[in-house]
């Protein structure tokens, strides 16, 4: 083996610029392969963090207009969903149904304490909306069963708002009663600001916001969290039947798709990750054909060493070297080569990577209506390292395999003639 | 200890060239022989048969007691390593390598471990009077030193037989007087079958025996 190296290492001295030519090639491949998948990491990861917000497994339902007629009644009829909805949405689906609940807003209250005001939007919410939109809070406690079952004038703030109310301590808010519009509710909790989102809600129960804004028994919208759904196909059976039901509830045609929307985030979510899969996929694609030409250069300039070393090898088999031991020698100078730029070109490339993290990773840009981060960690992870080394192994030996065969079919008699 | 019975040999090509035309010699160990004859008379197509670089279309070749026929390349690979030296009129020395270096490679492929290589290779080297110059390389050598060289490298495996195709061809007379003492010492000392191609009857004169090749036969 040492023998192997320092024959390697004879040769690859003897062509210094040849050497480093090729070995350029091969480490701008490897540098663009890492570059690339590190910024599809770096897409991916925002992606997930954007996803992070809200629990997987949950449906969000919304009214819709009729597109079919059905049972005497013509299309083109508008949906409202309500609270005989959200019951039997509790009780008839029990199987993968686990918590359900309602949304109701009402848009432009001023919420006011002392001399400051703020115009915000309510959402009466249940419980449960806490846990299916990952709400967390700074202080107090959110909606409860009871607030929902006596219809209690309580009332979450959010972190911002508090701030204007009460510039100098917002947490005072807490336990205090405050005026929206004409009624005067209690702060029961402070909810946290969400990094990149603005809030402009305040939180009510949901009955108590249906009561006294007159909304008879209407709702704005279902929401619910399910398990037991792990495909798309197991969803879209759910989707059908569920669907099926609440049409019924209001003599739309049971497989009339606009009667009402269901947003499924599970399938949603099965469908980003298949996109991501995609782009991953094309991402190594892309840099797999940068690498190509590397290795053709790598290839190309072997097939020259072998011309020039022709008589070389001729004195080498005649003196006893097997074909086999030719063959030896090529690949694995072929393999050094490549593996040793292509290091080079993962470090760099690894190098490129942190630098970009350092100044596009994480950092949220402003799009005016939100915050959002578009590389999140744009690295390759260790198991893309090992990849890639494999990959060059790979490469160096298919690089050095032509020039390899061809070193080693050199006739003997024919190498020593040619002078 | 080399057996030829009627051996043919034509280059194929646009115009076939008949060069061998039923070959029959027998060459006994430890035998000095030397092969003349016109150039483009078949010489060094012979010397290449016999040294296992090039086949034979007709005829047997049996080197001590094996047939050499139609073998793989990597066996003839063997062959040449296990029972054959080659000296060629213009070296053939590997021009990165040492002098040592160049001498050690036919044990590199005969397995022999580094050191024991490079001490086989420092021995062979002060036998021929060139201690001095391991480290050199070739082109740092006279024409008689790198036949020196050569010679050593032929010689470091103990091969049956040492394959000279005018080893002294590329020399001034001197050194290649040089040269065919060094043969000649070591045929009548290592007992080594030799088998040098000359044009040179000076050359051909020191052998024990000379064989002529005319029109592809021996007269
Ligand atoms: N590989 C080859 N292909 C075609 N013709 C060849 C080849 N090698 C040698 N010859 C021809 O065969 C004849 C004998 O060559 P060679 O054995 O080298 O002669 P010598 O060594 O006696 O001068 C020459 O005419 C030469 O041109
Ligand atoms: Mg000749």
Known sequence: MIELFSEIWQTARRNKLRTSLTGFAVAWGIFMLIVLLGAGNGLINAQMENNDRYVDNSMMVFGGMTSKAFDGLKEGRNIQLDNNDLAVTQARFTQNIDKAGAIIYENAVTITVGENYVSSSLRGVYPMDQEINKKKLVAGRFINDIDICDQRKVLIISENQARELMPKDPRLLLGQTIRVGDLAFKVVGIEQEDKSRMSTDATVPFTTLQTIYNRGNRVGRINFTFHGLNTEKENEAFETRYRATINRQHRAAPDDEDAIWIWNRFTQALQMQKGMNIIQVALWIIGLFTLLSGIVGVSNIMLITVRERTREFGIRKAIGASPASILRIIITESIIVTGFFGYLGMLMGIGANMYMDATLGSKPIETGLFTTTVFVNPTVGLGTCLGVTLVLILAGTIAGLMPALKASRIRPIEALRAE | ?219
Do not use: C
């Open chain 2, 1 to 219: 200890m080399i057996e030829l019975r009627g051996i043919h040999k034509t280059y194929s090509g646009a115009q076939p060239l008949h060069v061998l035309k039923g070959i029959d010699l027998d060459i006994a160990e430890g035998e000095l022989v030397s092969i003349m004859g016109a150039s483009g008379s078949g010489k060094s197509t012979l010397l290449n048969i016999l040294g296992i670089l090039d086949d034979y279309d007709e005829g047997d070749y049996r080197l001590a007691g094996t047939l050499i026929k139609d073998l793989s390349e990597t066996r003839a690979a063997q062959y040449r390593n296990r029972m054959i030296g080659f000296i060629f009129q213009s070296f053939n020395l590997i021009g990165f390598k040492t002098a040592v270096e160049n001498v050690e490679l036919p044990l590199f492929y005969h397995g022999v471990g580094r050191r024991r290589r490079h001490q086989m290779a420092m021995d062979e080297l002060e036998k021929m009077g060139l201690t001095d110059w391991a480290e050199h390389y070739p082109n740092e050598l006279s024409g008689g030193q790198r036949q020196r060289v050569a010679t050593a490298r032929a010689l470091v495996t103990r091969p049956k037989i040492i394959l000279a195709d005018e080893p002294t061809g590329a020399l001034d007379s001197k050194t290649g007087v040089e040269v065919m003492e060094l043969l000649k010492k070591l045929n009548r000392e290592e007992h080594i079958t030799m088998i040098i191609v000359t044009h040179d009857p000076n050359v051909a004169a020191q052998t024990n025996r000379v064989i002529r090749i005319k029109d592809g036969v021996i007269e």
